[in-house]
């Protein structure tokens, strides 16, 4: 059977992290996330993250240089060998170009992308409600909200507020989807690549599309 290489793309707060979680227990994928790998530099004070904390504060992309080569060397690394899944990598064309010459030369390619559609004003009630516990539980003060107000359900620690889903943030994230990401679905489209799934589904019918969507394409693949 052949690998899956898949790309999560939509906007932040579009449900690409709780797609991720339910598709990688359904294939084998590794998770590539590079905003968490970033939040993780962040939070270790390493050299990568000092060079990102500024723009990410600033709902800001973190410059194509600083990205590129950290997110390639994961694709390269031993557990994505038979497939990945990749949420929040490629999210400017620069990048997107940068992932194709790698898959080039590695004699590789990218199955498919996933396009989780949501409307802006939509994704600005979602993030602006989601709340953090310390071991990285994700609540929803309205729609996911925990037993006991602000604090975790697993472990009781504090619920806090990522610094980019503060509102004014989440609103400079939205505009800079819109200005430099948007144009990949364009870039996959013209590439046969992409599939739609309309966001504003519950998560469950979102993973049943979506799951179905990628069963098919792994039969073809094996064919
Ligand atoms: P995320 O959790 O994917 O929303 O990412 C959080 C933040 O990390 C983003 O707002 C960016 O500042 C930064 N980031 C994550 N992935 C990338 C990327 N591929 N290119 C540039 N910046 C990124």
């Given at each position: 059977m052949s690998e899956l290489n898949l790309?999560?793309?939509?906007?932040?707060?579009a449900g690409k992290g709780t797609q991720a979680e339910r598709l990688t227990q359904d294939f084998p994928l590794a998770y590539i996330a590079t905003g968490d790998m970033?939040?993780?530099?962040v939070a270790e004070g390493t050299e990568l993250g000092l060079k990102a904390k500024q723009f990410m504060d600033?709902?800001?992309l973190v410059p194509?240089?600083?990205i590129i080569g950290v997110a390639l060397?994961?694709?390269?690394?031993?557990?994505a060998r038979d497939g990945f899944l990749l949420d929040g990598f490629p999210r400017t064309i620069a990048q997107a170009e940068a992932l194709e010459q790698e898959m080039e030369q590695l004699g590789r390619g990218i199955t498919a992308v996933l396009l989780i559609d949501v409307p802006d004003e939509e994704i600005v009630r979602r993030v602006s409600g989601r709340r953090v516990s310390r071991s990285g539980r994700v609540y929803h003060v309205d729609f996911d909200p925990p037993k006991h107000e602000g604090r975790c359900d697993i472990d009781g620690s504090p619920l806090t507020q990522r610094d980019d889903d503060r509102p004014?943030?989440?609103?400079?994230?939205?505009?800079?989807y819109h200005d430099v990401t948007a144009p990949l679905v364009r870039y996959y489209e013209d590439r046969g690549l992409l599939r739609r799934f309309d966001g504003t589904r519950t998560p469950t019918e979102v993973h049943d599309h979506i799951r179905a969507t990628v069963a098919t394409l792994r039969l073809e693949d094996s064919l």
């Open positions: 790309i999560l793309l939509g906007p932040p707060g970033l939040r993780q530099a600033a709902g800001d194509d240089e600083v060397e994961r694709v390269e690394a031993d557990d004014e943030v989440v609103r400079a994230r939205l505009a800079k």
